[in-house]
């Protein structure tokens, strides 16, 4: 990106710093991002992928409200929010400018369990903050996001108007995944009989910022998808992503077999804080199973219709994304946890 972009940017937030350099973040599956340094201070500067996330601007209203009420309880966490509490449009795009929580890191995977422990005691404390929040208030922004059926009516009609050559390449997979799509039905059923919680909808490990120096957590970040929804979407991709010892994005997909220890941790430190009910305690292991299978299914859907969602950097990176999940729901539909 153009230094001069940014800056231009930078002044129609009214900040007056000029910038020293401006970098391309290369995480994230959706938005595009940068990191922006000037002399003094450094920020986040994101373009919304509007097409994904048609609904941003009552996006940017759940990131408001939920981020008002944590302040204001004095949520021991950085919740960065958009610079003038806005958002701004540059011919067909979408910009938004946060300041970089200082001296944190992100991780692709885990290497300690304290990682785990501190990222747990988080989310925790996030429920635990917005426990007496009725998650009602929050608008619905992308509707249908995790709901099952809806999902496998994608997958469906993938098989049928899918690349026909992508189609044959992606047969195994595509017959084993048939098999198991009534776990996301189960999943309906379990969401529906469970509370309405503020969710948000993307806790997958790279979006919680680590004290460079402590390696605790600083902040969960990412909050596009901030909307109601069920307890079990974001213990979920934890427990995907955490549990994962190579990561996502892995080709080694013999090497994906899910971290029990991890799993179990996730589970004990998040369910002391989070004002649950039992059911939803219950149920947390399963949201790691089934959360799992979803975004397998999400990313061979994807991969099916030519990679129209999901960014990628070369060919079959959807394909190889969804056999690295597969991989994990396997390894996961092996183990008890707590
Ligand atoms: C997407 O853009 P990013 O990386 O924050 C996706 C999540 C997936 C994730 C998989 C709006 O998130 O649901 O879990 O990729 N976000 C949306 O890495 O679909
Ligand atoms: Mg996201």
């Given at each position: 990106m153009e230094l001069e972009f940014a800056q231009s940017i930078f002044s129609n937030f009214g900040l007056k710093e000029s910038i020293v350099n401006v970098k391309r973040i290369e995480s994230g599956l959706i938005n595009s991002t940068f990191i922006v340094n000037s002399k003094t201070n450094s920020y986040i500067l994101q373009a919304i992928n509007t097409s994904i996330l048609p609904n941003y601007e009552k996006g940017l209203e759940n990131i408001l409200t939920v981020g008002n009420w944590l302040k204001k309880k004095n949520y021991p966490y950085s919740f960065p929010l958009p610079i003038k509490s806005e958002y701004l449009k540059v011919k067909n795009e979408v910009w938004r400018l946060m300041p970089f929580v200082k001296n944190s890191i992100s991780y692709n995977?885990?290497?300690?369990l304290n990682q785990v422990k501190s990222a747990a005691n988080c989310l925790g404390e996030f429920y635990h903050y917005l426990s007496?929040?009725?998650?009602?208030?929050?608008?619905?922004?992308?509707?249908?996001?995790?709901n099952g059926e809806f999902i496998i009516k994608k997958f469906e009609e993938a098989l049928t108007s899918g690349d026909s050559k992508r189609l044959l390449f992606a047969k195994p997979i595509i017959n084993e995944i048939l098999s198991e799509l009534p776990i996301l039905k189960k999943w309906d059923n379990v969401c529906n009989s469970l509370p309405t919680r503020v969710v948000h909808y993307d806790t997958k490990i790279n979006n919680f910022l680590f004290d460079k120096k402590t390696d605790e957590v600083l902040a969960i970040i990412d909050?596009?998808?901030?909307?109601?929804?069920?307890v079990l979407s974001d213990i979920g991709d934890m427990i995907r992503t955490y549990s994962n010892p190579v990561g996502e994005e892995s080709k080694e997909i013999e090497k994906v077999v899910c971290n029990k220890e991890i799993i179990n941790l996730i589970i004990k430190e998040f369910a002391k804080i989070a004002c649950l009910e039992n059911e939803e305690i219950e149920n947390l292991f399963f949201g790691g199973i089934a959360i799992t299978f979803m975004q397998c299914v999400r990313f061979l859907t994807d991969y099916l219709n030519g990679d129209s969602y999901y960014k990628i950097s070369y060919e079959s990176q959807n394909l190889i994304r969804a056999k690295n999940q597969w991989a994990l729901y396997l390894s996961l539909r092996k183990i008890k946890a707590l």
């Open positions: 995977r885990v290497s300690t007496d929040f009725n998650a009602k208030n929050l608008l619905i922004t992308l509707p249908n996001f995790h909050f596009d998808t901030l909307m109601p929804g069920c």
